[in-house]
C-alpha cells in the first residue's frame, strides 16, 4: 500500500502518511513527544510556505480527539497548517512542554487567561487577583504569549452596577502598570449571560468598550467574542463602530449550540465583511466545541473566512487520510 498524493504538497506525503498510520494504529514515533521528527519538521516548512494565518485555534475544545495533551495539540494545530493557538488557564497545565512544542513547531500562543479568574467587581479579591496578573505574566513571557485574557467575574447582588463598574476599570487600571512596557496586552472580554454565563457583570461590549477607554492604557483592549455579543442581542456595527481600535482580539462560534461557524443562524461571512470593513485586521480566535472532527470543522471555517480574507491558504491538513 504506497501513500496517496497529497493534493497541496506532494513532498510531503510520505511525512504526512507516516505520521497519520503511526496515530491511527496506536504506534509510538521514535521522537520524545511522540511525534515523528520528519513529519513535525515538514508540516513546519509547509506552514511557514502555506499558512492560514488568519485562523487561532483554542486548544482547550480543538484537536482533543488528537491528543490529551496541550503540547501535542499544538503538534497537531501546526500539522493542520495553522500558526497561533489559544489556551485558558495554565495553571494545570506543563508549562515547559508547552515551551518545547511552541519552539519545536513555530507556532505562536496567541492569548492564555489570567489565573486565578476571581471577582473584578469586588474589592477584597484585588489584591490576590493582582498577584495572580504578576503570575501570569511572568508564564506568558516565558511562552511568548502577546496576550492575557480578563474576565470581571459575577454580578454582586444588591450592589449598584455603577460601583462593580468603577470597581473592575479600577483594577484593571492597577493590572495595566503592572504589565506596562513587557508587550503583553490585557484583553477584557465580556461573556453573555443569557446562555453560558448567567449572572456575569460584564456582558456589554459597549461597556467592556467603556472601561478600556477609562484605563486609557494602549496595553488594555477589548476581547470581542463575537458569539457573546451576538447571543446577547447586540449589533455589531452599531455597538463596535468607531471603537474598533480598541478591539485587540476578536473570537466566534455559532449560535445555537456555539459549534463552528456555519452551523448555526448567524451570517458569519457577513460578520467577518463587517469587522475588516469597520477596520479590524486581527486573527479570529477559533473558540468552538467542534461538531465534527475538528480538521474537518476547520477547514470550512477556512472555506468561510476565505470569502472575505481570501483564498484559504491551506488547501489540506498536513495529515492525509488513509482512504484505502
Known amino acids: 500500500m504506497s501513500p496517496p498524493t497529497c493534493p497541496t504538497c506532494s513532498r510531503h506525503t510520505s511525512a504526512c502518511w507516516t505520521r497519520r498510520r503511526k496515530r491511527s494504529t496506536?504506534?509510538?514515533?521514535s521522537s520524545a513527544s511522540g511525534w515523528n521528527d520528519e513529519a513535525t519538521a515538514l508540516s513546519r516548512a509547509h506552514r511557514q510556505e502555506t499558512a492560514v494565518t488568519t485562523i487561532a485555534?483554542?486548544?482547550e475544545w480543538l484537536f482533543t480527539e488528537t491528543a490529551d495533551w496541550t503540547?501535542?495539540?499544538?503538534?497537531?494545530?501546526?500539522?493542520?497548517?495553522?500558526?497561533?493557538?489559544e489556551i485558558w488557564g495554565w495553571r494545570d497545565k506543563d508549562v515547559e512542554a508547552i515551551r518545547a512544542a511552541l519552539d519545536?513547531?513555530?507556532?505562536?500562543?496567541l492569548s492564555l487567561i489570567v489565573d486565578p479568574q476571581l471577582q473584578l467587581t469586588d474589592p477584597s479579591t484585588h489584591e490576590p487577583y493582582l498577584d495572580g496578573v504578576r503570575d501570569s505574566l511572568e508564564v506568558a513571557i516565558a511562552l511568548g504569549a502577546p496576550n492575557l485574557v480578563v474576565v470581571a467575574g459575577q454580578e454582586r447582588d444588591g450592589v449598584p452596577r455603577q460601583d462593580q463598574h468603577d470597581a473592575v476599570a479600577s483594577v484593571l487600571s492597577r493590572a495595566a502598570a503592572i504589565v506596562a512596557g513587557s508587550g503583553v496586552t490585557l484583553l477584557l472580554e465580556p461573556l453573555n449571560s443569557r446562555v453560558d454565563h448567567v449572572g456575569t457583570y460584564l456582558w456589554s461590549t459597549r461597556e467592556g468598550l467603556d472601561i478600556v477607554r477609562e484605563v486609557g492604557s494602549p496595553q488594555v483592549r477589548l476581547l470581542l467574542d463575537a458569539y457573546h455579543a451576538l447571543v446577547m442581542g447586540e449589533d455589531l456595527a452599531a455597538v463596535v463602530g468607531d471603537d474598533i481600535a480598541l478591539v485587540g482580539h476578536v473570537q466566534v462560534a455559532d449560535a445555537p449550540g456555539?459549534?463552528?461557524p456555519g452551523t448555526g443562524t448567524i451570517d458569519w461571512q457577513a460578520q467577518f465583511r463587517l469587522l475588516r470593513d469597520l477596520g479590524y485586521s486581527g486573527r479570529w480566535g477559533m473558540e468552538y466545541t467542534?461538531?465534527?472532527?475538528?480538521?474537518?470543522s476547520l477547514r470550512h471555517v477556512e472555506d468561510l473566512a476565505a470569502l472575505?480574507?481570501?483564498?484559504?491558504?491551506s488547501g489540506t491538513t498536513a495529515f492525509v487520510a488513509d482512504t484505502t
Open 258 to 260: 456555539r459549534h463552528e
Open 57 to 59: 485555534a483554542n486548544l
Open 104 to 109: 519545536e513547531t513555530g507556532v505562536t500562543l
Open 26 to 29: 496506536g504506534q509510538r514515533c
Open 71 to 85: 503540547a501535542d495539540r499544538i503538534r497537531a494545530a501546526a500539522a493542520h497548517g495553522l500558526d497561533a493557538v
Open 308 to 313: 472575505v480574507d481570501g483564498p484559504r491558504a
Open 290 to 296: 467542534p461538531s465534527r472532527e475538528t480538521a474537518a
